[in-house]
């Protein structure tokens, strides 16, 4: 089974879908198979925190829908940040309806999540047509993207002024467009690049030596990680779909019976659904290569961390599991953790520290002895 292989090998199995085999190549490159839960409500709080964990992640989970103040700001901010820190964007939309409105969901309204997040997930009690109809909007929505593009630069995140207020890197108001705001208060000139972008779904099999060498999982030096980062690039113009599976919450009626449906309609639509959201790897055949991203996964604190077990809930129906229990035990891939992160006094320390225990929690799966 294609879990107890390392994700380096498993990027490079026959009949990858392409942001999977990016994700593998990535998640080798950086040591991480840790997704950061965005649980805020601002753009702010958004892109300051994908600031300070992003170094430590290969995926942020965002719910677009929470953000008070979502808008171009936030989606510009958030790409740029994911460009630069090297990690995927997945919208946690849990789609659930008719295909004619998903679609709309998916591609329309002030959160056009198709045009920025890699990843969605979606439930298949609506029957497994969800699946195409996000896959046609996705499609349609990915066109528009292949004409030339002026983008906007930015970078940067938000800092604070000097009477405590929150304060952007960026200027993004205005009729002339986004500004490189100067530390001295005077708005920078504008950056305006056109790029062509050509529309792809295929990624790329071989890799150059020096990425073949760090995305060996536990390889590499820190030298040989920033140089397969770069040869890595932008990941690949496409989209790709997370079904709900299982999920963390006591009582939750998704059934065994109901884990296999979806592992069934996976299977049926490869070139659209990259994996699953789920307690335990679904991955059971032989050709079955997908994702399984774990939330309700939680560490002790760094004080308690030496002699407790991790928390077994949080008193509203959510459980937790360890890292050690979720990847090495139950074969999970991608560990997602919210407000253990979150609620740290230093989140970008906090991040690291899941990193590294997911990460050991792998190579114990995979039998790997070193960081």
Known sequence: MSHTLQFSARADLPNNHPLNVYLYRLISIKRSNLCVSADVNSTTALLRLAEEVGDSICVLKTHADIVDDFGDRTITGLREISRRKKFLIFEDRKFGDIGSTVQAQYTRGPLRIA?????????????????????????????????????????????????????????????????????????????????????????????????????????????????????????????????????????????????????????????????????????????????????????????????????????????YRTPAKVVAGDGCDVVIVGRGILGARDRAREAERYRVAAWKAYESRVGKGKR
């Open 115 to 319: 045009s920025w997040a890699h990843l969605t997930n979606a439930h298949i009690f609506p029957g497994p047509a969800i699946i195409t109809a996000l896959h046609s909007a996705a499609n349609s929505a990915l066109q528009s993207l292949v004409h030339n593009v002026s983008t906007e630069i930015t970078a940067g995140t938000p800092h604070i002024s000097s009477d405590g207020e929150e304060e952007d890197d960026f200027d993004f108001g205005g009729e002339d467009g986004i500004r490189p705001r100067s530390r001295s208060g005077r708005k920078g000139s504008v950056v305006t690049a056109t790029t062509t972008i050509s529309q792809t779904f295929e990624g790329t099999r071989r890799t150059p030596a020096s990425l073949a060498r760090a995305a060996s999982a536990g390889e590499g030096d820190d030298s040989d990680r920033a140089e397969a980062l770069d040869a890595l690039g932008d990941p690949p113009l496409a989209r790709g779909l997370l079904l709900l599976a299982e999920m963390s919450s006591e009582g939750n009626l998704m059934t065994a019976a109901y884990a296999q449906e979806c592992l069934d309609a996976a299977r049926a639509h490869p070139d659209f659904v990259v994996g699953f959201i789920a307690q335990r790897t679904l991955n059971e055949g032989r050709e079955d290569n997908f994702v399984t991203l774990t939330p309700g996964v939680s560490l002790p604190s760094a004080e308690e961390e030496a002699a407790s077990s991790a928390r077994a809930g949080d008193g509203l129906g959510q459980q």
